[in-house]
Structures are given as C-alpha cells and as structure tokens.
C-alpha cells in the first residue's frame, strides 16, 4: 500500500508541475506580446489620441471647456505614452 501511495504522490505532483510550467508559458506568452501586435497596438493608439486631441479642440472651440480641456490632456497623454512605446520597442 506504502508503494501504491508513492507511485500517486509521484504522479500527482509530475502532473501539477507540468501544469504550474504550462501556465506559466501562457503568462509569459500573454503579457510579452509580439513586437508586430505592440506596433499595430500603439499605432492605433496613437490614431485614437489624435482624434481626442483634435476633438478636444473642438470641443474647447464650442465653448464646451471642460470636455474640452479633458479630451485635449487624454489625447495628448496617449499620443506621448505611444511614441515612446514606438521609439522603445525598436
């Protein structure tokens, strides 16, 4: 019975490292993206804080000032953050 009980002991935790290594790939996998999906990433970002910031002059224009003032800086904060994830990556 000792043996039996070894033999399952052994086999359960092979299967649980097998699993811990497993899932740890997938997390590495997931939260390291290929350098092609961060650049169509921060592109697309980069074309979203352009159209925040232009509406955030508009909205600035029409007399919506706090809309305005708030598009403009939310624009501009991503415009920054994706250049600089652009020039790093490369």
Do not use: W
Not at 9 to 25: F, V
Not at 43 to 69: A, D, E, N, P, Q
Not at 76 to 84: C, K, P, R, T, Y
């Amino acid at each position: 019975m000792k043996k039996y009980n070894e033999k399952i002991i052994e086999a359960s935790q092979k299967l649980s490292q097998d699993t811990l290594r497993k899932s740890a790939d997938t997390v590495k996998k997931l939260t390291n993206p290929s350098s092609k999906a961060t650049h169509v990433g921060s592109v697309i970002g980069t074309i979203v804080g352009v159209g925040l910031l232009c509406g955030g002059l508009v909205g600035t224009v029409l007399g919506k000032s706090i809309i305005g003032v708030s598009s403009f800086t939310a624009g501009a904060a991503a415009i920054v953050s994706n250049i600089i994830n652009l020039r790093k990556k490369k």
